[in-house]
């Protein structure tokens, strides 16, 4: 696994990519891409990073696994190809976006429009075995990106922490309270949302609000 990452984001964790465990998730990821077809492509792996600088950073969304389905994952979470059908989650995630912001429902998939913006759509797990959820978890990845959040809320203050589900809200507990926004719900998924736990959040028009508070630039979701 060649890492291959944005300027303002390498200063900040290269310290991780020098650590054991990373160079023996390395290997475990050069292998599995080796033997078998893995999700995203190999050099879209840091594509979150790549396309929202440490420097621009103002909001975090976490999610768990990319998409294991062909040509759905692209690096950022939730977010799928160009032309290719919403996942349930993303739907449910646009739907709320209507209502809230009163914006209409896109053609495209494609979150890229956001990570550029200055929103971190972090998965928890980076790769993904092809049809196999999961299939890469507990392999280093989720120490890795406990670390980005680590530095994010040390290093950084004013962020916005969209935590959506009780995995992200584990993540969550290193986050600074403090010093950033940290706005939680249930998931996006069909089986959170329809009991009530997602519709109705906000997240999107409070995420706005706080940034403007501060005298940031709101996101155009």
Known sequence: MNVK???SWKE??????EKPYFKELTNFVKEE??????YPKGNKIFEAFNLCTFNDLKVVIIGQDPYHGINQAHGLCFSVNDGVAHPPSLINIFKEIETDLLIPYPKSGNLER???QGVLLLNATLTVRAHQAGSHQKKGWEQFTDAVISLISEKKENVVFLLWGSFAKKKGLKIDATKHCILTSGHPSPLSANRGYWFGNKHFSKSNNYLKNKGLSEINW
Not at 12 to 17: A, D, K, L, T
Not at 33 to 38: E, G, P, R
């Open 33 to 38: 891409y080796a033997i078998t077809s893995c």
């Open 114 to 116: 956001w990570a550029k």
């Open 5 to 7: 990452i944005e300027e």
């Open 12 to 17: 900040v964790i290269q310290p991780e990519f």
